[in-house]
């Protein structure tokens, strides 16, 4: 999995083009800091400080900056934003909320992106890897 690969998923790359909804006080942190910008504006370090947006964000506003969440997990695979991402993946019901917001590319890339996360890490999400093989045959059909 590359950057490229999610470019290619994600395309849209205008400034978010609405307000940044989510769980209050941490959403005006993570408002004050994401908004008027695009996904590929969000560097790493900035993914780094908002690494719980997976869990303060709505469904449509992560939906829009989880490239920026990827691409910083690809950079850094052993960082909070890495850790982050593959624990809000292996829990369903919030997956499957953002999910449906997902088209079968851009999941593909998500599950990719976690796999080599979870490939960099020698063994430390083992138990994570049976839920995201449940998870890629359930979104995309195989495992």
């Not at 560097?43 to 990827?70: E, G, I, R, V």
């Not at 690809?74 to 919030?94: E, G, I, N």
């Not at 953002?98 to 593909?108: M, N, P, V, Y």
Request: proline share 7%; glycine share 6%; with cysteine.
């Amino acid at each position: 999995m590359t950057v490229d690969d999610i470019l290619q998923a994600f395309p849209d790359q205008a400034p978010y083009p609405g307000p940044i909804t989510g769980c209050p006080p941490e959403i005006f942190d993570i408002a004050g800091d994401f908004g008027g910008k695009s996904w590929k504006e969000i560097d790493s370090a900035m993914c780094d400080k908002h690494d719980d947006a997976f869990n303060m964000l709505d469904p449509k506003p992560l939906c829009y900056f989880l490239p920026a969440f990827l691409a910083a997990a690809l950079d850094k695979p052993h960082s909070m934003t890495a850790d982050s991402l593959v624990y809000f993946v292996c829990r369903w019901k919030t997956f499957a909320k953002f999910a449906k917001l997902l088209d079968s590319r851009q999941i593909s890339v998500v599950l990719g992106v976690v796999e080599s996360i979870m490939n960099a890490d020698n063994g430390c999400f083992a138990e994570q890897t049976e839920v995201i093989l449940k998870t890629r045959a359930r979104y995309l059909g195989h495992t």
